[in-house]
C-alpha cells in the first residue's frame, strides 16, 4: 500500500492547512496537524479566509456549530480554493439533522471538494437520504450510506471517507476498507472533526505527486486507525488516552502504522 | 442515597446534551459528558438551536462569554426547552460583575430552568444582592449565599446548586451538602462549566423516572467530587490531574463514588 | 536576575487577566493562567470588555482567528486599557500575512501596548518590513528582526518580546536574551499565546512595584523556558508534553526556574 510514502511526505512538505472548524475542536484539531507533521491555520474571517483559502497547501471546512459570520467565510472560501485550486475537505457535521447547516453543506458540493469526510449518517444526510440523526450521533452503519457514498463520489468527483467502527473510502468504483483504532476514540472529542483536517494535510501533500487523493485519504484514515490501536494499548479511558493517541500520531513510524491497521481493497 | 441509580441512568440512557456554553470551555464540556456516558451537541445559531432545544434530553445555557448572535440563540433555545418540556440548566458565569449577561440570565429565569449552577457570588448576583465580583471567581461562600439561593428556588422552581469546597444543593425547603474533591479542580478551567453540563445530562437521564431533579443535581455533584478526590490521589499538579480527573469520571464505579464523597442532608 | 521575586508576585497577587484572544487558545491559555498563578478571564462582547479592561490587573489582545465583533470590542478596550492605566499586551499573530488583522493591530499601536509578543515574522510584518510568511509560521529569525523590533520600541515605548529557539526582550537599549525551552513547544498550539497572557500576567503583578515592564516580561519568558525544558526532561512527543509542562508551571519554585533557563543581557 502507498500509506508509507504518504506519511513521509506530510512530515517532510508540513502542508499548511487552512481549517475552518466549528467551535469544539480548534485545539484538538491544531495539536493533531501539529503532530501529523502539517501546520494549521485557523481563519474564518470573510476577507481573510477568501485570501488564504488560495495560500494554503490545503482547506478544511467542518460545518459543524460556527456563526453565520463564519458560514459567509466558508463560501467564500470554497469558492477561492475551487479558483485557486487548492484541495479542499468537506466535513458535514451532523448535516441532515439541522436544516442551516444542511443547506450550506449542499450549496458547497457546486465548489468541488476533493474529499468529504463524515459518519454514516451525515453521508446520507449530505446525500438527501436520511431522515437524520440525533446531530453528530451515527445511527447508520457505513455499509447503509455505501450505495449513497458511491452516487455522492459520482456526481461530485470527490473522495468519500464513511468513518466507523471499519472506515470506507470511495471513489471511481473503489472501495477501501481500514480497519484499526479503538472504541475510545469516539469518546474523545474532535478525532473525527481531526481525521477531516488531516485528510486535508494528505492531499495538501500529496499535491503534485503521483499518489492519488484516494491514496492520501486512506493513508490519513490508516495513521488515526493506528494510533488508536497504540494507544488502546496502554490506557482503557478517555482522558489518558487522547494524551497516547495524540503521541503516537507524532511517533508512529510509517512501517509501524502498517503493523496497527489493516487496510483492504473490496 | 440515589446518586448510584442516577449514574448509572446517564451511562444507559446516553442522554443528548445541547451545550450552549462560553468560549473557552467547549472542548473539556463535550470530554466530560462523553466521560460520564452522555451525548453531548454544540449548538448556538438561532434557527438550529431553537430546533435542537426542543429535540435534546436536556439543555445547558451557560453565559460565559460569547457573542450577541449566540445570545439571541439562548433566549430563542430556552423558550424552546419551557415550550418543549425539555429540562434545562442556566449557569450564570460573572453575572452581577458584567452588564449583559446579567440581563440575559435574569430574563432567562422567566423559562423556568429545571437547575442553576452557580459559585456563591454568581447566585449573589443573579438574585441581585451583590455588588459583583472579579468575574468568575467566587469571592463569597456557598453559605453568603445560602438565603439568596433558597428565595431563588422558591421564585423560579429550580434546584440551585451552590458550587464551593463544599457544594450545596437547595429546593423545596430540602438542602443536601455534597464534600469532596479536590483543591486542583478550580485550576483546570471549566471544570465548573462542565459540572453545568453534567448536571444538564442527569436531569435528561432522570426525565421519566421516579427520581426528583434535587437528586439528580445531587448526582451530578457526587460524581465531579469522587472524580477530583480520586484525581487527587494520583498527581498534585494541574496538567496531570485533568488527565485522571476525565478518566475518574468514565472509570469510577457508582459504588466507587458513594466511598469518595459525603453527601448530607441538612 | 529579578525573575525569582517576580514569579513570587504572580503567585502571591493573583493577577486578573482579562484575555481577549483567538478561537483556537482560550482553554489552554485559562489553564497556563491558572497553573502560574493568575486568573483569566475571556471576555470579547464590546460592552463588556470596555468594562472590563479597566477593571482587570492586566489586558491580553492577540489578534489571531476572531470575528468582526471582537474586533470592535478590542479597539473598545484597549482604549478603555490606555484611559484608566492597565497594562496591555499585543500578540499580533500573523499580522504582515493576514490584511483586517495587520490594520487592526497597527490601529491598535495608538493605544500604548506595555509589551508585544511575536514571533519575528510577525513583529517585522507589525513594523510593516516584512513581505508576510505562511501565516504563524515564523519564517525568519529572531535577529532578523532586532532592527525592526528596536525601532518599535523607540516608537511605541512598548517592550518589544521576540520568540524563537533564544528569545528576546527589547526596550530602551536594553536587549536580553532567554536560552532554554524544547523543540516540542511549537508542536503544541497555543504556548506562544499563552506565553502573551502569562507576560500580561506578570505586567498586573509588578504594577506598583520597584520592577520594571522589561524585567515582568523576561521573567514569564524564563518561566516558560524552564517549564519546557523540565518537561522535555520526561517525554520526547507532545501529548504527554502539553501535561507536563502545565505541570512544571504550576510546579516549579522560582528558584529552579533559574538553573533551568539561561537569562543573559547583551
Redesign the interface.
Same mark, same amino acid.
Given at each position: 500500500m502507498t500509506v508509507s510514502p504518504i506519511l513521509t511526505a506530510v512530515r517532510s512538505r508540513t502542508p499548511?492547512v487552512h481549517c475552518m472548524t466549528?467551535? %469544539?475542536?480548534? /485545539?484538538?484539531t +491544531?495539536?493533531v496537524l501539529? +503532530?501529523v507533521g502539517a501546520?494549521?491555520?485557523?481563519?474564518?474571517?470573510p476577507?481573510?479566509a477568501e485570501?488564504?483559502a488560495g =495560500?494554503a497547501s490545503a482547506l478544511l471546512i467542518n460545518v459543524?456549530?460556527?456563526? +453565520?459570520?463564519q458560514h459567509r467565510a466558508m463560501r467564500l472560501a470554497a469558492a477561492a480554493a475551487e479558483r485557486e485550486g487548492t484541495p479542499w475537505v468537506l466535513d458535514p457535521v451532523?448535516v441532515g439533522a439541522?436544516? %442551516?447547516?444542511t443547506q450550506l453543506a449542499r450549496d458547497l458540493l457546486a465548489h468541488r471538494p476533493a474529499a468529504i469526510r463524515a459518519n454514516a449518517s451525515e453521508i446520507l444526510g449530505l446525500a438527501g437520504a436520511s431522515a437524520g440523526g440525533?446531530? &453528530?450521533?451515527a445511527t447508520d452503519t457505513a455499509d447503509d450510506a455505501l450505495a449513497a457514498g458511491r452516487e455522492l463520489s459520482e456526481q461530485t468527483g470527490a473522495v468519500i471517507a464513511i468513518s466507523g467502527p471499519v472506515d470506507v473510502v470511495i471513489s471511481g468504483g473503489r472501495v477501501t476498507r481500514i480497519s484499526g483504532g479503538s472504541p475510545l476514540m469516539?469518546? &474523545?472529542?474532535?478525532t473525527g472533526c481531526a481525521l477531516g483536517a488531516t485528510v486535508a494535510a494528505a492531499l495538501g501533500a500529496v499535491s503534485g505527486s503521483g499518489h492519488s487523493a484516494h491514496e492520501a485519504v486512506v493513508a490519513a484514515h490508516a495513521l488515526f486507525g493506528a494510533a488508536g490501536s497504540r494507544a488502546a494499548q496502554q490506557?482503557?479511558?478517555?482522558?489518558?488516552f /487522547? =494524551? +497516547?493517541?495524540?503521541?503516537?500520531l507524532?511517533?508512529l513510524t510509517p512501517d509501524e502504522v502498517a503493523t496497527l491497521v489493516s487496510v483492504e481493497e473490496a
Open positions: 499548511l466549528n467551535t %469544539v475542536v480548534p /485545539q484538538i +491544531a495539536n501539529l +503532530a501546520a494549521p491555520a485557523m481563519i474564518d474571517l476577507e481573510e485570501i488564504f =495560500v459543524g456549530n460556527g456563526s +453565520a459570520e451532523a439541522l436544516p %442551516v447547516r440525533r446531530g &453528530v450521533d469516539p469518546l &474523545v472529542i474532535g490506557t482503557n479511558a478517555p482522558g489518558s /487522547q =494524551v +497516547a493517541w495524540i503521541d503516537a507524532h511517533t
